[in-house]
């Protein structure tokens, strides 16, 4: 019997999702051919896994069942993905039927959490509601949990701190819950997949760990991804009467780019097809991109023998990767090869890589100035990008009026000046809290309460907007003679106890006399018991000083949504726990330890949190490779810095601690330097003929001999450096 479901398969933008949208158009087309008077109850008859006709020919259940309005399941491979494919299937079916679009994870969540009384019942569970844990949550608390097992010893043998060393346990879990592996069986998999090796930590300790530690979640309501995806594939997936309420739910599934799903993801797809559903599902054989990070496209790419196979051509004509894929991948897998790349491959090359950076962001200034390209057709994307490197290209290119877009450039939420000075100003009103505050930190909240805005008209550039009645010169003065350190109850003194106070102005102490009353005013209602929680001073904080009826920038807004998301979420997790297991500490304890939690610099906030309307905004991107080819975009030219690096291999990403012993083909199976030497050249084939499948006109190799710590670079690109070498911009 011929399948109704489709697997397509093809390279970068081969047209895999436009071919999926337009396969479940023609299911909708196919469905609107069949008529309710064409089906009489003696000619619905189940056959297979779908249902009949009168001529007996098979109709997939998602055609029969339109009038029980069932829904379509579209998944995609990460969030930015998710959006844009549900707004292409709900544009091009006029928004007429139901559909869910989420990625593997979401669905997994949501899920767990809609049918969380059939898992209580299932596994005799507390009955409270879940709560989810943020990952750095998750870290924290695990780590109170472990600490007394995490000792030094245990340290030294796994030579990395504690820190490091919790959060390797812990993506452990992770994995193999996306494996489809069963907590219990994790240590029996490390077991066989680490041998002798004497370099790390017993498995069945790691075992041991990780139980105590989702059994210690399950009694409180706290769920993990991990916790979220073993739940799922363990436990919801094997009961019929959830079996049963999907089949209700879902009579058709699309998923984009499952070649970076988890190995459960195929468990619920074959469920749903065994269940009569139709399936559309692409595979880029050029993706595998989260390879090493929980995705197994080998075990998904199983899926295919289900399906109708559709292979799809090459790219498109307008990109580079027919014409240059071949030819890169033999030099870099051949270096010997005396091959030359076309003038369409240029290089910056220089000795270090602060002129590196110089160079190349000149060059892209020089192109846009000269109209050569536009600031949206250009990318720069590195294997890694640390903060020298984003703050030099940012500098020169917005100096010269261009503006740049880094892709989910999350920084911790710390390193914020907004951030930093609305928890100075929790320590100054909350008692108990002085050992957290100093003379820098009270100058710095100084400067940056005491803001004004400034409103020229036919001005649309917030961050030119903002200026400070207090200046850093004046603040450092207030906090040198006005700042009383005091353990329990720092201080701010009047202005007039510095005997120069005439030199702060009559502006600045304006502005400190207001943020004097107002801190006053808190202390007082917070000794009344009249502040609900540390969350609301923080929001009256930012609505008196930061917001006041001003436009802020992306950046603040992103980094002030967060925190307050983030404190939120940290004293709804706080009360759970004092609710379960009350323990008797001082009433700021959680105070202190959300703001020791914030300077450990663990939590981040998106600067770009809202998304354009209308035309897209006109800048450089900038992006690591895995950002970059995470977001599925293209460019007329790129950019490859550090193009001798030897991360390009790596792919951008780390792999996680034992990723590959959970691969569904080679459970268990050690992994050897042949096979990581095996694993780096197949990711090094897929990233090149990656990008170039996304870029159309030109590519810029920018290479310099020394990295930033002085080391020579001699990375896997290097060939391709000396190909072009020709065509050099020096």
């Known amino acids: 019997m011929v399948s109704h479901s489709v697997w397509i398969v093809g390279t970068s933008r081969s047209g895999k999702t436009a071919r999926l949208v337009e396969q479940f158009c023609n299911w909708i087309k196919s469905e609107n051919q069949y008529t309710e008077s064409f089906y009489t109850k003696r000619q619905r008859r189940k056959k297979g896994d779908g249902f009949a006709n009168a001529k007996g020919e098979r109709i997939p259940e998602f055609l029969y069942l339109k009038q029980t309005e069932p829904g379509v399941l579209v998944l995609a491979a990460n969030d930015d993905n998710r959006r844009e494919l549900g707004d292409i299937i709900v544009t091009s079916t006029l928004g007429k039927y139901p559909v ?24 005799n569970l507390k009955a409270q509601f879940p709560v989810r844990l943020r990952p750095e949550t998750e870290q924290e608390l695990a780590t109170k949990l472990w600490r007394p097992q995490l000792y030094e010893k245990i340290l030294r043998i796994a030579g990395v701190n504690e820190s490091r060393l919790v959060r390797r346990i812990l993506d452990l879990l992770q994995l193999a819950a996306y494996s489809g592996i069963p907590c219990e069986d994790i240590a029996q998999i ?9 370099t790390t930590l017993e498995p069945e300790f790691l075992g041991s760990l990780l139980l105590d530690w989702r059994n210690w979640c399950l009694e409180r309501g706290l769920l993990t991804y991990g916790i979220i995806t073993e739940l799922y594939s363990q436990y919801l997936l094997n009961d019929r009467n959830y079996q049963q309420h999907l089949a209700k739910r879902y009579q058709a599934v699309l998923a984009d780019d499952v070649d970076d799903y988890p190995s459960v993801a195929r468990l619920l797809f074959e469920l749903l097809l065994d269940q009569g559903a139709v399936g559309a599902f692409s595979y880029n054989l050029d993706g595998a991109v989260r390879l090493g990070l929980g995705a197994d496209p080998n075990y998904l790419e199983g899926l295919a023998e289900r399906c109708r196979v559709e292979i799809l051509t090459g790219p498109p004509p307008e990109s580079l990767g027919e014409q240059l894929t071949k030819q890169m991948v033999e030099l870099v897998t051949q270096p010997m090869v005396l091959l030359s790349l076309p003038e369409i491959v240029h290089s910056i090359e220089t000795t270090s890589r602060a002129q590196l950076l110089r160079q190349t962001a000149e060059v892209i200034a020089n ?24 703050y030099t290209l940012v500098e020169i290119l917005v100096k010269q009026n261009i503006q740049v877009q880094s892709l989910n450039d999350q920084r911790p939420l710390i390193s914020s000046p907004i951030i930093r000075a609305l928890l100075t100003m929790l320590a100054l009103v909350y008692p108990g809290l002085g050992r957290l505050v100093d003379r820098d930190a009270v100058a710095e909240m100084l400067v940056v309460l005491s803001r004004k805005q400034q409103l020229p008209e036919n001005s649309t550039d917030a961050i030119n907007r903002v200026s400070t009645n207090i200046d850093p010169v004046r603040a450092g003065l207030i906090a040198d003679y006005c700042f009383l350190p005091h353990p329990s109850r720092p201080n701010l003194l009047p202005v007039s106890a510095f005997e120069r106070w005439d030199r702060i102005g009559y502006a600045a102490t304006t502005a400190y006399n207001e943020i004097l009353q107002w801190l ?31 436009n802020l920038p992306y950046e603040q807004l992103a980094a002030l949504r967060e925190l307050l998301e983030t404190a939120q979420h940290y004293w709804e997790i706080d009360t759970r726990l004092r609710q379960i297991s009350p323990v008797e500490t001082t009433p700021y304890t959680t105070i202190i330890e959300f703001i020791q939690l914030l300077r450990r610099g663990t939590i981040t906030a998106n600067p770009y949190p809202v998304r354009p309307i209308g035309e897209a905004r006109k800048s450089v991107t900038l992006a690591t490779i895995f950002q970059y ?9 790129h950019f490859w810095l550090d193009a001798g690096s030897p991360l390009w291999a790596k792919g951008g990403a780390a792999t996680l601690f034992g990723a590959p012993f959970f691969l569904r083909d080679r459970l268990g199976e050690p992994w050897t330097a042949e096979d990581e030497k095996l694993a780096e050249e ?13 870029v159309s006109e030109r590519v810029y190799l920018c290479h310099s001999d020394l990295a930033v710590n002085g080391q020579e670079q001699l990375g896997p690109l290097l060939p391709l450096v000396n190909a072009c070498v020709t065509h050099s911009v020096i």
């Open 367 to 390: 192109a846009i100035q000269s109209q050569q390209v536009q600031p949206e057709q250009v990318a720069i994307i590195a294997p890694g990008l640390d903060a020298i490197a984003r």
């Open 629 to 637: 080819r995470s977001s599925r975009r293209s460019h007329r030219w």
């Open 520 to 550: 006053e005013e808190q202390r007082s209602q917070q000794e009344l018991r009249l502040i609900p929680s540390p969350i609301s001073l923080l929001d009256r904080a930012i609505q008196r000083f930061l917001w006041n009826g001003s």
């Open 190 to 198: 490390l077991a066989r997949g680490l041998g002798e090796n004497t």
């Open 100 to 123: 869910r679009a989420k990625t593997p994870l979401g669905f997994f969540q949501d899920e767990v959490i809609l049918f969380w009384p059939l898992l209580i019942n299932s596994l």
């Open 682 to 694: 197949q990711r090094l084939r897929r990233i090149l003929a990656d990008l170039l499948s996304r």
